[in-house]
């Protein structure tokens, strides 16, 4: 267990942490807050409370007066996307909004921390078992996923027999943005129709549950499998990348940009990175869209993340490849683009500077995912259609990588 610093203005965050073995000092008086900076502690807890300019003043001393390198976890009064800006700003490492409930800061402390916390029910979760029979047609079997939204399962199908990936929304009930989420994502998915998309079987609701019956893709994430095989060959990172492309441009071709391409989203069929399939579809919209529409992205995807999320600039198709270019580069080497930055810091750094592509990965495939890293959107590959031409004419004329790699 970890030793936190807890400024708040509610003694139940402490409270849940302390229950869980953490050693907590809790600090109810942000004034006060100064007399700990120089106190050994692994992470900071910081609630807005009524006072967000006296909050982030503290984010930004422990960053610049205390040196310090400790994760910073903070908390907004209001669900808004200019307090969470403030906040990564500041300096906070992780940025959450309300409602926050107890499970949601204990796992996330937790993973900030580097334990191992147990993934536990959120706020608004469907309680199912393995065995319960969901709106009178599908056996719920093993929990296949858990996420701030919704829980996904595999099930039985009893009309047809087949096996099935349920993605059940949390209760919409106390959390509207949940329910517009799974509705833009069945949207989004009901008009892709390639083999690098799942299907959608079936959207509808029930319990006060909003739930999608999909395809069951059977296979590893990306992240997943670099994990337990090591990285991918130069030829497997081709294939991967033209995957992909096709995924990007049937979103194209509806006018969607999916916004969220990393490393644990997209499932390798069979394990074969030259069958990717494309998954969670729930933050995919038009183009013409930009960051503040959406606060999730900023706090859920920042490795990954495009230049002009943060900067706040129009979205369009060039958005999802950079940050196809990151996955490729990640399923190529194993390694994040800055080893060791977090929150703010990582946020900028991508902002700022271009990631080189290591020398190791051989032309043309280093070259091409050069110019799809690149900060100025203008610079990148103007499209997946541009990008699949331009894969298609070095498989035709130089697949020298084949050889090299």
Known sequence: MGSIVCVDSKPGSAHALARRGHAVTRIEDATQASA?????????????????????????????QSGA?????????????????????????TVLTPPLSPAQLVVRTGRLLGKDAPAGPVRGEAHVAPGTLWHERYVLEELLGRGGC???????????GQAVAIKIAHRATWDSAIRERVAREAKSLSAVTCPQAPRLLRFARWQGHDYMVLELIRGSTVSDHVRQHGPLSADEGVDLLLGLSLALFSLTHH?????????A?????????????????????APDRDLLTDPDVLVGTIGYMAPEYVLGEPLGPQA???????????????????PGLYGYDLLQRMAQETVPIPNAIPDPLRS??????EVDPERRPAGPGELLETLARSVAQDRKWRLEA
């Open 265 to 285: 989203n997209v499932v390798l069929r069979g394990g074969d990175p030259a069958d990717p399939v494309l998954v969670d579809f729930g933050l995919a919209r």
């Open 150 to 160: 919704a829980t996904v399962h595999r099930a039985l199908d009893r009309k047809s």
């Open 69 to 93: 390198d400790f994760p910073i976890l903070y908390v907004t009064a209001h669900d808004d996307e200019r307090a969470v800006l403030r906040a990564y700003e500041a300096g906070a490492s």
């Open 36 to 64: 700990f900076f120089e106190r050994p502690a692994d992470l900071w807890l910081i609630q807005e409370g009524a006072g967000a300019t006296r909050a982030l003043r503290i984010v930004s001393r422990l960053r610049t």
């Open 320 to 338: 999802d490849l950079f940050s196809l270019g990151h996955l490729v580069r990640f399923a190529l080497t194993g390694k994040e683009p800055f």
């Open 255 to 263: 006018g969607l940009v999916h916004r969220d391409l990393k490393p």
């Open 368 to 373: 091409l995912l050069q110019r799809m890293v």
